[in-house]
């Protein structure tokens, strides 16, 4: 257990936290003394304080969640008794609690858990997820089985936990109506930290707050208004009275909601007192701090400077996950795995950077263009979206909490009265508004602007992957989607997108514009990666400095006219088109003809025919999935359309007339941290490796 | 306004409702007198009756809605004030007082309307929709336009509409939870005919009937506890009670919830009365009314027996959606406009029959697997699963109400438990469940079935079509997607995907499962459109009867293998490949092979590289979406694999090694109610046309 791998680091770890270390299943928490309970505590939060400090992780919503992960292991039976994390990333202190204490006290075994329940990774825990919400619905399914299958199912009481911020969700509320309805034992823990009172997240946390302040007596109660039983716990710091709380509630037999009211942070500032009013105002006003970026493309370490451990150290606030209130919590968990540190000093990720150019862009616009509105359903930070900006906007942004169907749709209400949304998050958040988007938005030609950041490949976790946003956003009918390759074709697609209803040349429905990821980012800050055109970006950039919009956002862009072997590089991969060109040139003697599609959202058939004469061989470029995705639309269009040559035949000998069609990008998999270039290797997304087909079949 | 188009109909209507004709805008209503105001809602109720009698409809809720609707035009002022209603069936009688009377009170004329609420229809209406849940967010999109804009906007108060059922879906809690928290003018009208407490839709519905019964004063009030204000009205029929209640709310400068009890099918059994009890529990046995097919697949005519009118009128209950509360109003709209009496002594539609195999093939599994549950977020018995099955089915059906999130993600808890859930409903309701497809489904490798319904081409309208659910599926990772084309088959695939976990042979993860449509079904009742195979279906009926199961699903069937020619026809279109094989050998001298590739979510390699040899052109046929479908998989696959045959050129003269691939099937677009033949014209799935292409092309 006290291997330290890496052991340059602190070697007085070998003596620290001896009872933690001691703990090696949730039967050694029971063995414990009421003492010794308190010293468990004290020394998980330790080791939460330095872990963080040196590895970075969601550390704030761990501290707030010390006490009460220690009281349900010491009352419950974790296996038999089923405890569901809500996203998970309060999870850390049962991931100590259940044999994997290590990997948080030793920095050479930091790589060994993820920082979500995985079932891959211990029998302890239930699911492996990226988004909030659903934990009430997963335990209502693990209750039912219990229920149907009696004794044999092995399983106990179902627990499910959930932040107030996570209740914002749909789903989350989906979940409390059947849950009550279903009935049986089923416990659901509301961890009411009190940082959605800092921030616009609805109607229901005035109540919520009045609750609380009423020591869980005040009406209206929404837990009691979808039927559940209901504890409150105002000191949710207090292991032995959530010990008490819990064993109240053990072995019901029927739904109860268990709220207790957590100090986020809690243990910074010293042992938690019951009085958090005050640090939870700090924590609103730490939400001031702005995250900066990290490794990858949506690398984020997920400390938000809520954490009151933030504002004492800078480089929390400085290189973490932005979000000013809960419901931000657990989002954006990509490439976590890094410590902090070794991002001082880096300038923006591709999300942040961008994310601020269009902000940049739309913000002067306000003051003649009062329907203009910015909507993040959460994680605003994280795309660039900066407190600051969000101070100056005012009314022209909202918030709406994790609630991408609704932001959506309130997207689309907006658009129906003539004002212009634009929304902005996730590419694998935009998953929940999947129906919205065919509905409300497309069906009604809805004038909604998606900003869709860390679309495509990423060294991003398993659930956050952006490898699936064209499959999902492109198959739409109606929807235009934008990939753009430069700041100045982000730009100009955005001034397009969200140009005046009617005006000349403006979108007639709503525009998807993927975010330029990590490639397109170092391409324009090395312009030596773009050598055929490597005067574009400065150009663009003036051109967009200049006022220039273009309106014909959906002819492809010829880069480069050659012959034989054309590379068309969608969005992030057309620098490895115009790479994987020069190459060619240089020591293949191929003068290769180079594309910009710019979107994906329909074929530029007149630029596709006019590769029939000169060319034998077509290579498409995507860095996400190939199988519903864009390349294969161009080979399938080759395909369907042998007969426009003139004879009609399909036969070998005319098959010349269609140049024959390879298409690099995504297998249909998840992947889980695995950095960009490895993925690249693995696909194919290389100059070695595309120079190698075209060789083999041209 | 009086023209009859189609004049042999009831000229008693040329001096019928002439209130209701002289009423050609919202001002009109504005200015008749009380008593007038009483005689327009009588008129307007004996005008639903008959046009449901002779049409069908959505009439139950538009019952309900007559007093309603009639003071909201009275009292706000269309289209400055904004109407939202959600979905809309209930917009009949809006439709009715915005011009559109004769469409609901001439035969001739029935057809100029939808059954929706539909912009290009007119100024009056918002939205297009064919889903629930979505028009308070709707509205907050629509009021946050107008406070940005201010005058300029040119809206004044906008009112929100939904029913008490719809109230189950997450997507209407994230709207309340908004809405409160925005401020301003937005009147949320909360139409409850109590038909949920029928039903086991949520916890939320005690405390409402609570609420309801007393005069909505009683605690916990669901509404509050989302920071609204608060209004009960108690006679929801009552039009000078609603107008007053209305006069108080118009121009508020907050959010306000006006909770009224409305009566559905108010009118049938007499004038309302407050006393409502009596009629809701008429309503609740009324349930257990079944429904027949109707003309299209997927059609319903949208009558359901909660309507009073149902168990008067035999046909109602007969050859109308079953729904047996609420939450199904609003839902399977496909098809809405013929008249039922057409489909009078039919047979079931596909949905209905396949449906009924499935649930009598689970069912006596009950006795021996307690964890086997069947799963209908509403419209179970448009899919079959009678309210007799539901009710021998006991605990082993659970209806989440209009929840897709949560019914998958308890899915996945019941899979994570051991258990073997069976989750059933319409392919374009199941995008509300995408992400949760995506994590806590796929990721998770949890062993779900899914029965997909009306998925591929129909008649439907434009909100329920199923030619997308390819593409939303079979592009997930992890998700086998199987298209079943007989019964035979369906059962197999249906007993494949609940095996239990671990079974030799048993999928590790989920399986969709796409209900056979139309043409499989009219091909299984007359074997003689299966000449190749026609045999085939009798004999795997009895393999199935005799419980045979294969546990081969993936690879492809050859039905006939022949020779220059393959037809591979998914799902729906394998008849047609069919029919076109014995054409072509007939008529054309080809011996064209036949495949049946049984399944989308991956291709049969083997059978691909076997198509080499022999065949110069292989057609792919599908009856949805080309675009992200499964057609152009095929394609890519010869076109990425041109060096399989080993000298590894893309040449012309070398290309011979790949069969020319043409895909057919669907456009990427929206279609509205364009009976399914046509569509088949549109795409080339008919026979001539596929000749055509292959006569060309080989």
């Known amino acids: 257990m006290n291997d330290m791998g890496d052991g340059t ?71 038999r008794d089923r405890i569901v994390f809500d996203v998970s990333h309060q999870s850390y202190v049962h991931k100590m609690l259940t044999g994997r204490a290590a990997a948080y006290l030793d920095a050479g075994r930091f790589g060994e858990v993820t920082g979500f329940t995985n079932p891959d990774e211990s029998e302890h825990d239930q699911f492996v997820l990226g988004h909030t919400g659903t934990s009430i619905s997963l335990a209502c399914g693990l209750a039912k089985t219990r229920d149907m299958e009696g004794p044999d199912s092995g399983i106990g009481n179902v627990i499910a936990i959930i932040g107030d911020g996570s209740l914002s969700s749909g789903v989350a509320f989906e979940g409390l109506n059947n849950a009550a309805e279903q009935g049986g034992n089923i416990i659901v823990i509301v961890n009411d930290n009190e940082m959605s009172i800092a921030g616009d997240f609805g109607g229901m946390y005035g109540p919520l707050a009045r609750l609380r302040a009423s020591g869980g007596t005040a009406q209206p109660n929404l837990f009691e208004a979808f039927g559940f039983d209901y504890r409150y716990v105002e000191h949710g710091n207090d292991v032995d009275a959530l010990i008490a709380a819990f064993d109240e509630v053990k072995d019901t037999d029927h739904p109860v909601v268990v709220h207790i009211h957590t100090l986020k942070g809690a243990g910074y500032a010293g042992e938690p007192s019951a009085d958090t009013t005050v640090t939870a105002e700090n924590a609103a006003r730490d939400a001031a701090g702005e995250s900066a970026r990290a490794v990858n493309p949506g690398s984020d370490t997920g400390v938000k400077p809520t954490d009151n451990i933030a504002h004492a150290e800078p480089w929390h606030s400085d290189h973490c996950n932005l979000s000013d209130h809960e419901p931000h919590e657990g989002q954006c968990e990509a490439s976590h795995w890094q410590n902090p540190d070794s991002s001082l000093g880096r300038p923006d990720d591709p999300r942040k950077h961008y994310g601020k150019l269009a902000m940049a862009a739309l913000e002067p616009r306000f003051v003649t263009e009062p329907g203009l509105v910015v909507i993040s359903p959460a994680t605003p930070g994280s795309n660039g979206i900066t407190h600051e900006f969000r101070e100056r906007a005012g009314a022209h942004y909202v918030d709406t909490g994790i609630t991408e169907s609704h932001a959506v749709t309130f997207a689309a209400g907006i658009a129906r009265a003539g004002g212009t949304p634009v929304v902005a998050t996730t590419a694998s958040f935009f998953q929940r508004a999947y129906d919205q988007f065919f509905q409300e938005m497309s069906l009604n030609r809805s004038r909604v602007t998606v900003l869709d950041f860390l679309g ?11 490898a699936y946003d064209v499959a999902m956003f492109a198959n739409i009918p109606g929807v235009t989607m934008l990939t753009p390759t430069s700041q100045a074709d982000f730009l100009a697609g955005l001034a397009w997108a969200t140009m005046p209803a009617g005006a000349a040349g403006a979108p007639d429905g709503p525009v998807v514009i993927r975010v330029p990821g990590e490639p397109i980012l170092a391409a324009e800050r090395d312009a030596s990666l773009l050598p055929l055109t490597g005067g574009r970006g400065a150009a663009n950039v003036c051109g967009a400095a200049e006022g220039r919009l273009d309106t014909d956002m959906l002819s492809w862009r010829i880069t480069h006219a050659g012959a034989r072997v054309a590379l068309i590089g969608l969005g992030n991969t057309y620098p490895l088109a115009e790479r994987t060109a020069v190459e060619l040139a240089e020591h293949h003697n191929i003068d290769a003809t180079v594309i910009d599609p710019r979107q994906c959202s329909t074929l530029d058939t007149a630029t596709l025919e006019s590769l029939r004469e000169r060319h034998e061989l077509v290579v498409t470029l995507e860095d996400g999935q190939l199988e519903g995705g864009w390349g294969e639309k161009v080979t399938a269009y080759y395909a369907n359309h042998c007969i426009a040559g003139g004879d009609g035949t399909g036969h070998a000998e005319h098959t010349g007339r269609n140049p024959h069609v390879l298409n690099v990008g995504a297998a249909k998999e998840f992947t889980d941290r695995i950095p960009l270039a490895e993925l690249n290797e693995r696909y194919g997304l290389t100059v070695p490796a595309i120079i190698s087909a075209v060789t083999r079949c041209s």
Chains 1, 2 share one sequence.
């Open 9 to 79: 680091v602190n070697t007085q770890h070998d003596d620290s936290a001896p009872l933690l270390r001691s703990i090696t299943n949730p039967a050694d928490v029971k063995a414990l003394s009421r003492d010794q309970l308190h010293e468990l505590c004290r020394e998980i939060r330790r080791t939460l304080l330095d872990y963080g400090h040196r590895h970075g992780g969601h550390i704030g919503s761990n501290l707030g969640m010390v006490e009460a992960t220690v009281a349900l292991h010491r009352v419950f039976d974790s296996p």
């Open 456 to 466: 495509g490949l990423s060294g991003s976790d398993n659930t956050h992957s952006g």
